[in-house]
């Protein structure tokens, strides 16, 4: 099988795009796919300093190779969840990519932060772990870019995860949902821009590209992630894509086209939370400082 680009022998074929690709040429491809998303949806100009929050998976670590690849100005931020061996191994992935580049990874844990790790946090409030998490994490993810004077926060969410999240709110017909799924999500006040340039970038893409560069990332997903509903619209996904390729990218890129007739989603009323000063839409304390207020006072004297 050649490339279609030169005489070299193809190691991926993307049915979706037509394309049958050598190494150099997977690489070229996912890194020109990542800057038409950064121009098109105007994510961040070259000047400016940008946050790259990474789980050490494939994803967010290719994108922070790709975004300092392309000249961008990236530093990294990990978020050590406490979650046992999987947040240790994660943890070591970020700090080996950091080191081996020359690059500024920031470091934050729960267990400094609230007291304790994830899995003993949901315990104690009762709720499923996953719940908690996004919430914690978003919340230090924009603290980190707020505080370090960052233009904008990337993820490396990529377009199967866009494609399943898409599937998953239409199938509700969330309106308020599907109006906030955009590959730019604007700034407030103290809410730093929030960025996806890999959402034109496959997962079998980003697994070619971490290979063939050299990124040594995490396999395991999160242990709570089984038997989670994503994966389950992932799998959906990937069985429409074999019998239909380009299924994903027409699924996206048309919601993407009639995103602007979508109401505008409803504004909640911010206020600063008394404790931490970040914003928050709740009266009195945001839901970060009362999970810390809770671990407090659980805690022994
Ligand atoms: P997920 O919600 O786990 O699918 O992750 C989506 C994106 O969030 C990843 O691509 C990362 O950019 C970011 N992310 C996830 N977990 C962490 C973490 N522990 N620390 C920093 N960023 C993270
Ligand atoms: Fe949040 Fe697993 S990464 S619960
Ligand atoms: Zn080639
Ligand atoms: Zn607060």
Redesign the pocket.
Known sequence: MRCSFCEKEAVLRLRHANLRLCPEHVVARVEKEAQKAIHEFRMFAPEEKILV???G?K??LGLWHILTKLGYKADG???D?GISEYSRRSREFCQEFARNHGLNLQVLSLQEELGAGLDEIAKALRGEPCAHCGAI?RYL?NRAAWEGGYAALA???NLD?EAATLLGNTLRWDLEYLARQYPVLPAGPKLVRKVKPLIYVSEREMVAYCLIEGIRYIYEECPHSVGARSIFLKDILNRLEDEAPSTKITFLKSFLRVHHKLPAPKEAELRECPSCGMPTAAEGLCRFCRIKERMAQRAPA
């Open positions: 929050a990474v789980s998976g994803d967010s931020l990990y978020i969840l994490k993810m993820t490396g969410h995860d």
